[in-house]
Structure formats: C-alpha cells, structure tokens
C-alpha cells in the first residue's frame, strides 16, 4: 500500500457498517504493521455508565513483537463531544481499561457519527519517576496519550507517512511499545517541521538582503558598521512575517477566517484560508503587498462592518467573506512603511503555504501527558528559541515540557503551602498536626488533582480559590512564554478542578478564567522584542482555543513588555523602592487592559 493510498483512508469518515464492529480498510491499516490482531466475534460495550459515550467496545487485541498487548477499543462519543476539543477527557475513558499486567496499551479510535473529525490515539501508563529521589513511584500512574486528529479537515500526511515506517518495522520484527510511540512522536515531527520552517524563513529573508535587491537599502539599519548587525531588521522582518503566516493557520483551525456573510455564527470558516487566499489572488507576484498586507493590517487590525473581507483582484468566494477583528497588536503596521510595498517571487508563497499544508495545526498546547501530533503553540517557542541570534550568548535554551511542568507545579505547591489559613480555620483542625493537613492536600490536589476531603469543604474550596486568584507571578527573562504559559496551565486547572467545590450554581467559563488568570497574575519582561511578540502571541491563543466567537485580543504591552528586568531605576524611580505588584500611584490614561477602548 502506497502512502496515497493510507492518506486516502485516514481522510474518510471513521464509519461502522450495521453489521461490522470495525471498517475493513482500517482492518488493512492495521495488518501493515501488526502481525497478531486477534478480532473479537461479539465485542461487549465497555462504558454503560459514561455519559460522555454512545457506545464504546473493545474489539479485539494486538500482541506486539515484545509480547505486550494493546487492547483496540471503537468508541463513539456523545453528541455533545467535540473530537477536536474534549482531549483529555477522551484519554480518561480508555485509559482505565490498561492494567499493565494483561493489557498493557490500548489503540483507541474516538468518532462521532455527525462530525468528520476523528481521533486515532495510543494510550500508554507509564512508570512515574520521583524526581528527587530516583525511584519509582509505586500506584496508580497518569496515562499518556498520543493521538492523531485524522478526518476530511485534516492534512494526514504525517500519519500516513509514520504508518509507511512502522510497516518496515513489521517485517524485521522490531514493533514494540517504544516503536509506537516514535509512531506517533511529537519530538520527531517537531524537529522535522522546523528544519524545513528555517529553509524557508532563510530563503525570505536572503532575497531582501541580496546586494542587487532594491529593498535592502530601505530595510537596513545603515548605522551599524557590521554586514550582520545591518541586515539584522531584514531578518526581523521575516521572522514576524512567517510568524503572522503560522498565527492564521491556527486561526482558520478554529473555524473563524472566511466564515460566510450570511450569517453571524463564526463556524465552518475556510479551512484552507490561506491557501485559498494565495490561489485565488490574480496577482501571486505582488500578493505580499497587496493582499497580506491588507489582510493585516486594513483586516484583522481594522473593525469593518459585519467583519466584511475585501481585497482588490481576489476572486472565488473569499473576497466578500468574513474575517475577525483582533487588534492586540500583532497586526500593528510596521514603522518602517518601506516593508508595504515589498513583494517576493510567487513561488517562495506557494511552497511555503504547500509545506505548511502538509501540517496539522492544534490550536491547544500539548501537555506531558497529552499529545497531539500536530503543531501546537508551543512550536512558536521552538522556532523563536532556534532562530534567535547568538543564543547561547545569550542564555536562550529550550526547557523541555516536562521540566516546566515540574518546576511550575512545585513553585505553586510552595506558594499555597506557605500561605496557609488562620489558626483557627477548620482547614487546620484535627489529626495529624494541623499543618500537615493543609500541606498534605495541597500537594495531592496540584500534583495528581485530587480533591481530598478537606479541599472538598466548600468553605477550604473558596480560601483555595481566593490564594489562586492572589498569586502573582513573573518571568524577568520570559523567553518564548514557556513558564509563563505553564503556571497559567496549572492555575487553570487547579481552577477548573476545585471549581465543583465552590457550589456556585454557575457554569465554568473556560476562557473568562483564562483571560482572568493573565490580567491579574501573569508579569513578563524580556530583552528580545522578537520573545516578547512570540510569548505574547502564545498568550492570545491560549484565550482562543476556548473562545467560541471572535473577540479583540487584549492588549498585553503592560503585561508582557520589552525592557531590562535588572535596571536600578527607570525613568527617575528607584526600583528598589517599589514594592514589587504595588499598584503604580499614577494615574493610567490608556484604556482598560481587556476592554476595548472607548470610540
């Protein structure tokens, strides 16, 4: 089988005949790279009480070159279920299902019969290491899931190609759990997808900074001495060029760019935005300056009536769609107004738009126990990290997640903990010594997210949402966002776990908690204007991914701001004299920072 032929079959619709409990070209898939799948005759439905599930079966079992055995589980999710977006919640179903002992792994397709997405994960527990002491923690361990967005919406072209490898494996007898989870690694894509990135951003980047290049004397900083330090706004302009590019594939991920004028829903936009954009423009040698920079600056930075999308020579049925309105600053016209009429060949847009076609883009950040092979915000860290000049100079080295995750964890166990109730607050009643009550729950509830007895008490739930809610935390050298993004992550979801608790009668609103956490906790400077656009960016998708309509991005200037984290003074201030989150005693005449500025 051809890799044409496997894309062919991960595009089309995860359907199940009356009759069958498995579609047989998947049946086909699977015997290019497993010898023993042994297919049960009459699957029973595993999850009768799960709400979140129509049906779910096991249907049969694979037994790997190394004697383990995954369990293949079909589960048809409730209506209600977003297969794009209900991730983690999709991992807990099959995941208790893997004792380790008998079943070992599951492969899991996750589908619903009125949506064309669908999910094909591997889910493995794994053994934790306790980071401290070197040894095993011994219970109950946290599954990992590794899964693939496949469907008519999707690229499928990595999946297709990785299957083509695990196929070769087959015949050498090498498939095995590691093998799987190279599979479906998100490390490998992660690297392959930058190397090809940086060609392009080079190739960009060179043909303004040719010497016979009629743009390279209006881009060039002509008071440095060095060739390097002179084409160094060449290369930033690039950079953020690429950067807006990237931004609008996660976009029209969302469903929001090109959404019909007929109605006012944001939903089934184009999912070939851009693509579609460059196609349609009757001049793909001035598409830069023409219709990009339109669509930046006269669009998404611009509010236009009923969000209308106009450019001059764009045929098809773009021109006249909708396109959002989010300010924030990203979209802000460059100072240097020399960068509006720069055109590139047309072929430099058509094989980057071809690569990036090639791609899924998953507007949420993975975690270390949850990924999604695709590329995910977090990317935009990797390519500012790897592009950034001079980095090791500068101290600039990539975090892995996992370290993040550790470090951002312990930092707000260390908070909560030191910031217990008052004496007589029933939190510290009782046996064993009171202190250790608190403490006790406290790193059970942020390291595992289990809600003890104690925490359970609607009046400890609310004193634990007041401390979250207080915490301030800032990042003096951001970077690309990394821990910034990782301790909003753990507030988040210490928010959303406790929330049940504060009895409240009231939904949980994933992104008003989010936007919440960054206005009134989340500080960042950095030396580097391209981190501080790159963490800032990372920061509105993370506002995105649970918004269901369009709104402005916020401001985050104040927030998240260029500057020298070790000065001594500034503007005449002593900073040593401030106390660090004192509210300034000035009075701010720039609008509110998430509202919008009044007209």
Same mark, same amino acid.
């Given at each position: 089988?051809?890799?044409?032929?496997?894309?062919?079959?991960?595009?089309?619709?995860?359907?199940?005949?009356?009759? &069958?409990?498995?579609?047989?070209?998947? &049946?086909?898939?699977?015997?290019?790279?497993?010898?023993?799948?042994?297919?049960?005759?009459?699957?029973?439905?595993?999850?009768?009480?799960? +709400?979140? !599930?129509?049906?779910? &079966?096991?249907?049969?079992?694979?037994?790997?070159?190394?004697?383990?055995?995954?369990?293949?589980?079909?589960?048809?999710?409730?209506?209600?279920?977003?297969?794009?977006?209900?991730?983690?919640?999709?991992?807990?179903?099959? *995941?208790?299902?893997?004792?380790?002992?008998?079943?070992?792994?599951?492969?899991?397709?996750?589908?619903?019969?009125?949506?064309?997405?669908?999910?094909?994960?591997? #889910?493995?527990?794994?053994?934790?290491?306790?980071?401290?002491?070197?040894?095993?923690?011994?219970?109950?361990?946290?599954?990992?899931?590794?899964?693939?967005?496949?469907?008519?919406?999707?690229?499928?072209?990595?999946?297709?190609?990785?299957?083509? !490898?695990?196929?070769?494996?087959?015949?050498?007898?090498? !498939?095995?759990?590691?093998?799987?989870?190279?599979?479906?690694?998100?490390?490998?894509?992660?690297?392959?997808?930058?190397?090809?990135?940086?060609?392009?951003?080079?190739?960009?980047?060179?043909?303004?900074? /040719?010497?016979?290049?009629?743009?390279?004397?209006?881009?060039?900083?002509?008071?440095?001495?060095?060739?390097?330090?002179?084409?160094?706004?060449?290369?930033?302009?690039?950079?953020?060029?690429?950067?807006?590019?990237?931004?609008?594939?996660?976009?029209?991920?969302?469903?929001?760019?090109?959404?019909?004028?007929?109605?006012?829903?944001?939903?089934?936009?184009?999912?070939?935005?851009?693509?579609?954009?460059?196609?349609?423009?009757?001049?793909?040698?001035?598409?830069?300056?023409?219709?990009?920079?339109?669509?930046?600056?006269?669009?998404?930075?611009?509010?236009?009536?009923?969000?209308?999308?106009?450019?001059?020579?764009?045929?098809?049925?773009?021109?006249?769609?909708?396109?959002?309105?989010?300010?924030?600053?990203?979209?802000?016209?460059?100072?240097?107004?020399?960068?509006?009429?720069?055109?590139?060949?047309?072929?430099?847009?058509?094989?980057?738009?071809?690569?990036?076609?090639?791609?899924?883009?998953?507007?949420?950040?993975?975690?270390?126990?949850?990924?999604?092979?695709?590329?995910?915000?977090?990317?935009?860290?990797?390519?500012?990290?790897?592009?950034?000049? +001079?980095?090791? /100079?500068?101290?600039?080295?990539?975090?892995?997640?996992?370290?993040?995750?550790?470090?951002?964890?312990?930092?707000?166990?260390?908070?909560?903990?030191?910031?217990?109730?008052?004496?007589?607050?029933?939190?510290?009643?009782?046996?064993?010594?009171?202190?250790?009550?608190?403490?006790?729950?406290?790193?059970?509830?942020?390291?595992?997210?289990?809600? @003890?007895?104690?925490?359970?008490?609607?009046?400890?739930?609310?004193?634990?949402?007041? &401390?979250?809610?207080?915490?301030?935390?800032?990042?003096?050298?951001?970077?690309?966002?990394?821990?910034?993004?990782?301790?909003?992550?753990?507030?988040?979801?210490?928010?959303?776990?406790?929330?049940?608790?504060?009895?409240?009668?009231? /939904?949980?609103?994933?992104?008003?908690?989010?936007?919440?956490?960054?206005?009134?906790?989340?500080?960042?400077?950095?030396?580097?204007?391209?981190?501080?656009?790159? *963490?800032?960016?990372?920061?509105?998708?993370?506002?995105? !991914? /649970?918004?269901?309509?369009?709104?402005?991005?916020?401001?985050?200037?104040?927030?998240?701001?260029?500057?020298? @984290?070790?000065?001594?003074?500034?503007?005449?201030?002593?900073?040593?004299?401030?106390?660090?989150?004192?509210?300034?005693?000035?009075?701010? #005449?720039?609008?509110?920072?998430?509202?919008?500025?009044? *007209?």
């Amino acid at each position: 089988m051809k890799e044409k032929d496997i894309k062919d079959i991960l595009k089309s619709k995860f359907q199940l005949d009356e009759d &069958k409990y498995f579609p047989d070209q998947w &049946k086909t898939v699977l015997s290019l790279f497993f010898k023993k799948i042994d297919y049960f005759s009459h699957p029973e439905n595993l999850f009768t009480e799960n +709400d979140k !599930v129509i049906e779910g &079966k096991q249907i049969g079992t694979v037994k790997l070159d190394d004697g383990k055995q995954l369990a293949i589980f079909t589960v048809e999710v409730a209506d209600s279920i977003s297969i794009i977006r209900n991730r983690q919640g999709l991992r807990e179903i099959a *995941a208790k299902h893997i004792d380790q002992n008998i079943i070992h792994g599951s492969l899991a397709f996750f589908y619903n019969k009125k949506q064309a997405d669908y999910r094909f994960s591997f #889910i493995a527990k794994e053994a934790s290491i306790d980071l401290e002491t070197g040894e095993l923690i011994k219970g109950e361990t946290k599954p990992k899931r590794y899964t693939y967005l496949l469907g008519s919406n999707e690229a499928c072209t990595t999946p297709a190609k990785r299957m083509l !490898v695990l196929a070769d494996k087959k015949e050498k007898g090498e !498939v095995n759990i590691n093998q799987l989870k190279e599979v479906f690694s998100v490390e490998a894509l992660n690297k392959d997808f930058f190397k090809t990135y940086k060609a392009h951003y080079e190739k960009f980047w060179k043909y303004l900074a /040719d010497e016979e290049n009629p743009y390279r004397a209006k881009l060039i900083d002509a008071e440095k001495d060095d060739k390097v330090k002179q084409e160094k706004p060449i290369r930033d302009f690039a950079k953020k060029l690429l950067g807006r590019i990237v931004f609008l594939h996660f976009l029209q991920k969302k469903g929001w760019m090109g959404c019909s004028p007929e109605t006012k829903d944001w939903i089934d936009g184009e999912p070939r935005f851009m693509q579609k954009l460059f196609e349609d423009f009757a001049k793909p040698e001035n598409f830069q300056s023409q219709c990009l920079t339109h669509l930046f600056f006269e669009t998404l930075n611009t509010k236009r009536p009923n969000d209308t999308f106009e450019v001059k020579g764009l045929k098809g049925k773009l021109n006249g769609s909708r396109v959002p309105y989010l300010n924030g600053g990203l979209f802000e016209p460059e100072k240097n107004k020399a960068t509006l009429t720069i055109d590139f060949p047309a072929d430099y847009f058509k094989e980057l738009l071809e690569f990036f076609e090639q791609y899924n883009f998953t507007i949420d950040e993975n975690s270390p126990d949850d990924h999604e092979v695709g590329i995910d915000p977090e990317m935009l860290g990797h390519i500012f990290e790897n592009l950034l000049e +001079d980095n090791r /100079d500068k101290g600039a080295f990539y975090t892995p997640k996992e370290i993040v995750q550790y470090m951002c964890k312990e930092s707000l166990i260390q908070y909560l903990k030191n910031s217990p109730p008052q004496e007589n607050h029933p939190a510290l009643k009782g046996t064993p010594p009171k202190e250790g009550n608190w403490d006790t729950a406290i790193e059970a509830f942020i390291r595992l997210h289990t809600v @003890s007895p104690l925490l359970a008490e609607k009046e400890n739930a609310v004193l634990l949402n007041k &401390k979250l809610d207080d915490i301030k935390v800032c990042d003096p050298a951001i970077g690309s966002g990394a821990f910034p993004i990782g301790m909003l992550q753990e507030i988040f979801e210490a928010k959303r776990f406790i929330y049940p608790y504060l009895k409240t009668n009231k /939904d949980f609103k994933p992104a008003e908690v989010k936007k919440n956490i960054i206005q009134n906790s989340i500080y960042g400077v950095d030396l580097e204007k391209g981190a501080v656009d790159i *963490a800032q960016l990372r920061f509105w998708l993370s506002l995105v !991914v /649970d918004e269901l309509n369009p709104h402005p991005l916020p401001n985050l200037d104040y927030k998240i701001m260029q500057g020298n @984290s070790l000065l001594e003074h500034f503007e005449g201030i002593e900073l040593g004299k401030v106390a660090l989150f004192e509210e300034p005693k000035v009075r701010i #005449i720039e609008p509110t920072l998430f509202e919008e500025p009044k *007209a």
